[in-house]
């Protein structure tokens, strides 16, 4: 049954379908039945995991294997401190990923609140208020103004009907509903206009309708099932963790094992040999790693909450740092979900109005010249009728807001809208022109109106004022002028000749093309004789005034945001539920889609196209109209199996399955539903699209403060696995004892990595393209620059060494004690020297490197920290340490400064790497 396209059917087919008596409804037995027959009206929780195993399963990942090692290794060496603070990383990472889990999975939760908790509904001859949950198919429900919708259900009545469903197929403003069969085949979900669907709601009218789908059978439920069965992506810095952690365990083991080998076979003590080798395994598995990301990606979050983005899952930072295309949800999105009226037509001039959204600030100009109301009598007349004629109020909210600086309140007015949109629009239109409602409403009694609906497509009110009575018409222009006998031209009522007639059309056709929702007004001055009981005695030689074009505007920084985008290789693609028409018109005035070459599809062209078909498309099209939340998700695979990183971003219902798909989820914080917030990984407190570019700025400054910092632990980590591994197989004495390894590891790593972690952003950041989804780590020379330094670092450690070792006169003893100092010294110096080299793409003379407090701070830490092992006589048994002279600092810092010297000098004579990118416009992605 669920199956049928119900939209097809007329009344009488559904209630012979659903072997239902229109008078009566089912009885109660037949209810009974068909709730066994079908279940309950309620949305599936799907397969629930146990939170126990949901906090287990946090701990399969293979880095976190490898932190397990490290701490079996740690507790035999008797480094506790080691193991404890592994321990507290990992408890902390298993406890972040179980909470952002855990909070994914309400999203469904969340979708089950918008089924509505009560329905009136007929049966056995009598009006029943029941659970929505007993709901059948059959079922003959009634509703008003202000119900939300329990079911899908086919409408068999209706009487000036609209619905508002927005959350569920994206349409900007209500739609009208009515009974009439429609009979096209794949009709997209917002045209068809004879069904209603459980969680939309009904804001203006009554109407009766037959339950057809319930619970998971539903257009709400099949978003339920969409949202279950949509595997979250994994982010790519989990990923390139993941790669990591492989390949430093396998290299850490090969090269350990190399020098513990080669030791031995030199002669070495094979007790004293094994506990170098561990000591360089722990050294060379930078086991603070996750903890760094932790705290860098916890710092970025923190000043993305500044920068009105909220972070729901750590990773996403980074994720949306490497964004190659933003879906864009239309409405509420790039537009700021309110109807405004942008443009008059009076007369055969147009006049422009200003102002952005309800607020009741703007001005009304023509030419560019300011529109005098006193001196229009047609402006006025159609300002009279566009209030009159209307149910909607503006209404004014103080909102008390506390400055930082000061203790004073200053009240902030907020307007909005009771009642339809377009009519909202129509109020606001007449507060910017100074004629405000309720002062025009005070000299202007309404005694009788004649509501809008889908047949008449117009609406009326009869006025009383101390002239007389005047009727105010307002509705769609072509069926207005049938209506109209005169015209208002020129300050003057004439006769409405069909030259004048065809203008008004033409008119109509421009605003119409540029997405303008166009409405009409006329009105006529009624006889005190005149009867005006029916619409039929009163909509007619009406007077026409003139057009009011309305759209939701777009927001007056998205198109700045999305220059933005594309200047830092990012396209920006619409989706929406909406017209085509108006979504391409926004689309062009965003930029969004090239007045040349840019393509759009509808959902009826998307449904006839296969994944093979929709792949060779989704690089040149920009703009998705009229499409499905099932639409939506094949865009974004769609565009992922084209390898881009996917950021998509909505606020209703219908987004939700895409936004979980997609490699970051983004939600609207004001005006998103419950649904999308918690099915997205960043939700904008602002509703900006703007703030999208802050946190991809954000992202971006935040992988490549990661890349920074295994930059310098793993060069360093090179640096100590080289002097060891050369030593040994040249047959010399070990350059740096064990204690002294997980020294280095502990101390000279962890606090300048740390501080990396919140390195500023490079200036050119924002002009770089993104980063390929399939980028290694070690992309863009990293990997080059990691071995080359760590080689460095290493052969001059070496170095100094042997210096020393061959110059000291005693004993034996002393003379390499003295050796494995400065051997541990020139190692430290020669790390804390390369950290601030790691702040560039380039090299240490690139960047100021003081710029960085906590870089700075950190680097002196590990210094005092380093004198304290050499010169406090208490812990230089425990650290195999002397206190080194003048002669020997010289030494130290010679051969500590030159790996960074030498590569510095090399980076100067060099041109900076180039970003690998991706050039849109192609069938596939062209990789530069």
């Given at each position: ?725 050369l030593a040994m197989m040249a047959g010399l004495p070990l350059p740096l004892v064990p204690i002294q390894i997980l020294w280095v590891n502990l101390v000279t790593d962890g606090l300048p990595a740390m501080a990396l972690g919140v390195d500023q952003a490079e200036n050119d950041l924002m002009q770089q393209r993104p980063r390929g989804a399939r980028e290694n780590i070690f992309a863009r020379r990293l990997g080059w620059k990691i071995i080359s330094r760590g080689i460095l670092i290493g052969v001059c450690t070496l170095a100094a060494f042997l210096i020393v070792l061959h110059q000291e006169l005693g004993t034996e003893a002393a003379t390499l004690v003295k050796a494995q100092t400065v051997a541990f010294a020139t190692l430290v110096m020669a790390q804390l020297i390369h950290v601030f080299d790691c702040r560039s793409s380039r090299s240490i003379f690139h960047r100021n490197p003081l710029q960085n407090r906590y870089l700075v701070l950190a680097v002196l830490s590990s210094l005092l920290l380093m004198l304290a092992v050499l010169y406090i006589e208490r812990l230089q048994p425990i650290f195999k340490t002397v206190a080194l002279n003048g002669q020997d600092w010289i030494i130290v810092l010679i051969f500590a400064g030159i790996p960074t010297f030498l590569m510095g000098m090399g980076s100067l004579l060099s041109k900076p790497p180039k970003r690998k990118s991706i050039r849109y416009g192609t069938t596939k992605p062209v990789i530069r």
């Open positions: 049954m669920s199956q049928k396209k119900w939209y097809q059917m007329t009344p009488e087919e559904i209630m012979v379908a659903q072997n239902l008596e229109s008078s009566k409804g089912l009885t109660s037995t037949e209810a009974m039945q068909r709730l066994e027959q079908y279940g309950g009206n309620e949305l599936s929780d799907g397969t629930k995991i146990s939170p126990i195993l949901l906090f287990l399963g946090q701990f399969k990942d293979f880095m976190v294997l490898v932190l397990v090692g490290a701490t079996l290794i740690s507790g035999l060496l008797g480094e506790y401190l080691d193991a404890i603070t592994i321990v507290a990383i990992i408890i902390m990472n298993g406890i972040l990923g179980f909470v952002q889990e855990y909070r994914a999975e309400r999203s469904l939760r969340a979708l089950k609140e918008l089924s509505a908790p009560n329905a009136n509904v007929f049966r056995d001859g009598v009006v029943l208020q029941i659970p929505a949950g007993e709901l059948v198919p059959g079922d003959m429900v009634l509703l008003e103004s202000g119900d939300r919708i329990p079911a899908d259900l086919r409408f068999i009545e209706t009487n000036s009907l609209y619905a508002e469903e927005s959350a569920l197929t994206g349409e900007s403003v209500p739609v009208n509903k009515h009974t009439q069969v429609l009979m096209g085949e794949d009709i997209p979900l917002g045209d068809q206009r004879n069904l209603g669907f459980m969680g939309t709601m009904v804001t203006r009218g009554t109407a009766k309708g037959i339950i057809v789908r319930t619970g998971m059978d539903t257009e709400m439920g099949k978003i339920a099932d969409l949202i279950q069965n949509t595997e979250t992506m994994q982010t790519p810095l989990q990923h390139r963790l993941e790669q990591l952690g492989k390949i430093l365990i396998v290299v850490a083991l090969v090269l350990t094992l190399m020098v513990v080998a080669a030791g031995i076979l030199h002669g070495q003590e094979p007790y004293g040999m094994f506990l170098a080798g561990v000591s360089l395994a722990v050294a060379a598995i930078p086991e603070g790693l996750p903890a760094i990301v932790t705290i860098a990606l916890a710092m970025g979050v923190q000043r993305m909450i500044q920068r009105k983005a909220i972070v729901r899952k750590l990773p996403s930072v980074e994720t949306l740092g490497c964004a190659s295309v933003i879906c864009s949800d239309k409405t509420g999105t790039l537009t700021q979900n309110k109807m405004t009226v942008t443009h008059l037509w009076l007369g055969g001039d147009i006049i422009e109005v200003a102002g952005d959204g309800y607020d009741p600030q703007g001005e009304l100009t023509l030419h560019g010249n300011p529109v005098e109301l006193a001196n229009n009598q047609m402006l006025r007349r159609l300002l009279q009728v566009s209030v009159l004629c209307n149910n909607a109020k503006l209404v004014e909210e103080k909102e008390e807001i506390k400055h930082r600086k000061q203790a004073l309140d200053e009240p902030l007015s907020m307007w909005s809208i009771k009642g339809d949109p377009t009519e909202g629009a129509l109020v606001v239109l007449g507060a910017k022109a100074g004629m405000a409602q309720p002062a025009t409403e005070a000299l202007y009694q309404r005694v009788a109106e004649f509501p809008f609906d889908s047949e008449r497509k117009r609406m009326s009110v009869i006025v009383e004022h101390q002239g007389g009575r005047m009727a105010c018409t307002k509705g769609a222009t072509d069926v207005l002028l049938h209506q109209c006998s005169y015209v208002l031209w020129d300050q003057m009522v004439i006769p409405f000749t069909t030259t004048l007639r065809q203008k008004v059309l033409a008119a109509n056709e421009g605003m119409a093309k540029n997405a303008l929702r166009v409405l009409g007004f006329a009105y006529r001055d009624l006889k005190p004789t005149e009867n005006a009981t029916h619409e039929i005695d009163v909509e007619n030689g009406l007077i026409f005034i003139g057009l009011a074009g309305m759209i939701d505007p777009p927001r007056k920084e998205v198109r700045e945001a999305i220059s933005k985008c594309r200047k830092a290789g990012i396209k920006t693609v619409m989706i929406t539920g909406d017209h085509q028409a108006t979504a391409e018109a926004i689309a062009k005035q965003l930029g969004i889609m090239p007045a040349a070459n840019g393509l759009a599809l509808n959902g009826q062209q998307l449904t006839l196209l296969s994944d093979d078909e929709l792949d060779a498309r989704v690089q040149d099209t920009c703009v998705y109209a009229r499409v499905s939340p099932e639409h939506k998700l094949r865009i974004v695979k769609s565009l992922q199996r084209q390898g881009h990183i996917v950021a998509m971003t909505g606020d209703g219902v219908n987004d939700a399955p895409a936004i979980k798909a997609a490699d970051i989820g983004i939600a609207m914080g004001i005006s998103g539903t419950d649904v999308s917030k918690e099915a997205a990984a960043l939700v904008l407190s602002d509703d900006n699209f703007a703030s999208i570019v802050s946190a991809i700025e954000e992202g971006r400054s935040i992988y490549e403060n990661i890349r920074k910092f295994i930059r310098y632990l793993l060069a360093s980590n090179v640096g100590e696995i080289l002097v060891m591994f």
